[in-house]
């Protein structure tokens, strides 16, 4: 069996086990889900909070209006943005955890990473950059921070990491009064993204 033919096979059993998973299955008012895009060969990792009702609802991340303004910051089509060989999506939690009393979605599950997220990670040995989308993806990966801040240094996380906000209506306000988000860091996360994907 060719190498890759065994790196695949290990990843889908993986991703079989991490489907069938019922770990917090107790705190999920929509029940388990698990919802992630993952191949051996991706070269772009975008990791994410975790998925919201539509994603649920679909099974596919980012099928919502988040999906669409990170794809248009990415400048990405749906087709490149769900080529799992070329893009993998792993959030950092798996599954919908609900909405707060308060409104808004509650935090990824603090169960979902520890259990599963370098088990994932091992079997991507071709990432080459990973997008850190949103506050909880950032702190996982680079400790307790501030996103803006975060976003506009971005320059000094690279080329491993390229942190972004979550592209969520709330964002929007952000990016209206932070013209450096359409100006320098637009067109360099865009580089940056075609500089992982290129052969």
Known sequence: MPPHDTTDSQLATLLHQIRACTACAQSLPLGPRPVLHASPRARLLIASQAPGTKVHETGVSFNDASGDRLRAWLGMDRDLFYDT??????????????????????????????????RI??????????????????????????????????????PTYFPLPHPSWRTGMWERRTPAFGEIIIPALRREVARALQD
């Open 121 to 158: 990670l091992d079997h991507l040995p071709n990432i080459r950059l990973t997008l850190l989308v949103g506050s909880y993806a950032q702190n996982h990966i680079l400790g307790k921070g501030k996103v803006f801040e975060r976003v506009e240094q971005f320059a000094r996380y690279l």
């Open 85 to 118: 060989e070329k893009v993998a999506i792993v959030p950092m939690g798996l599954c919908y955890p609900g909405v707060l009393p308060q409104g808004g979605d509650r935090p990824p599950r603090p169960e979902c990473a520890p259990l599963w997220r370098q």
